[in-house]
């Protein structure tokens, strides 16, 4: 069964940084890509950064970049997402995701959503 769980949101002020967490059920290697979205009230829902577990390259979104660092840890089978220089147009729901859950043979097309968590900048 998968699940994603996130947590780490909160409320800081801007400039200030929060570590988000996904811990990833499986394992986070099962996922050939894992990543995280954002939706702010009134808006699209937007990628943020992912990860590809069969190069480990990451993509990060323009409004991020620079700012987020989003990391991997197989062994803890969770995924951070380190958000510095926060910035209150960042605030929204930020969202863990999965794509393609692979057992041995097997591929399960996803994608496989957490619950999402608050993220609020007060300026």
């Known amino acids: 069964q998968v699940q994603l769980v996130e947590s780490g949101g909160g409320l800081v002020q801007a400039g200030g940084s929060l570590r988000l967490s996904c811990a990833a059920s499986?394992?986070?290697?099962?996922?050939?890509?894992m990543g995280w979205y954002r939706q702010a009230p009134g808006k699209e829902r937007e990628e943020v950064s992912c990860?590809?577990?069969?190069?480990?390259?990451?993509y990060y979104s323009d409004s991020v970049k620079g700012r987020f660092t989003f990391t991997r840890d197989n062994a803890e089978n969770t995924v951070y997402l380190q958000m510095n220089s926060l910035k209150p147009e960042d605030t929204a729901v930020y969202y863990c995701y999965a794509d393609t859950l692979v057992v041995g043979t097997l591929w399960y097309r996803g994608p496989y959503w957490g619950q999402g968590t608050q993220v609020t900048v007060s300026s």
């Open positions: 990860i590809s577990s069969s190069d480990g390259s990451t």
């Open positions: 499986p394992t986070t290697a099962s996922f050939n890509t």
